[in-house]
């Protein structure tokens, strides 16, 4: 398949490697692996810095994970509106900026309203990107070939969300919150810089309606 060519049902499947090798696949699988582990990594590490390092009472804490978890799922209401109408590139970079402008207040300080801004940012930053990459995902493959390519992209999805989780205890206790939110930044340009190569892609600019059921 090259370039706008027709994605059916009735096409042979092709193996699982040249389907990778399609640049907008590619960015497809980064954004949304991007996305979860940048998440998972904030986020599991929020209550540690909070409570055990700053001292901050559990229910305070608790406020932030929860307006935190609001702004994952609210921007759920229009982002699939907000895809069709400026596209999965744009919406991707929307909310990959949201992602680094998490880490970056982050950087500004620990206070409460630190923490609540940049879990927030973090929460509609993640709504965006993966929504975005997962929706881009479907223009890339075949519907003979949905099953082997969204496997590969949940694969790296979750273990990286997985990873995330599980570094995220021992980044805080070795370096501290400052040098945490500091890690998702090089891979989300990274993202900032993948989606600028591949915006006038004609797999990156498909309309949404034209997804094959």
Known sequence: MR????????EGARPLRDIARQP??????????????????IMTATPLSMHVHDGYAIDVTA?????????????????????ERFGTVRMMGVG???????????????SVMHYWYALVLLGVGWNFLYVGGTTMLTFTYRMS?????QAFNEFCVFGTSATGS??????????????????????????????????NNVLARRPVSNIVD
């Open 3 to 10: 370039g706008g060519d027709t994605l059916t049902a009735a």
């Open 24 to 41: 907008v696949f590619l960015m497809a699988v980064l954004g949304g692996t991007f996305a979860y582990g940048t998440m998972t990594l």
């Open 63 to 83: 406020s932030v994970i929860r307006s935190h978890v609001l702004g994952m799922y609210i921007p759920s209401l229009v982002s699939g509106f907000l895809i």
């Open 96 to 110: 990959a900026t949201a992602l680094i402008a998490a880490c970056m207040v982050g950087l500004q300080g620990q």
């Open 145 to 149: 070939e949905r099953f082997k390519s």
């Open 166 to 199: 599980l570094l995220a205890g021992t980044v805080i206790y070795l370096y501290g919150w400052h040098s945490l939110v500091l890690v998702p930044v090089p891979f989300l340009l990274l993202v900032l810089a993948g989606l600028f190569l591949v915006r």
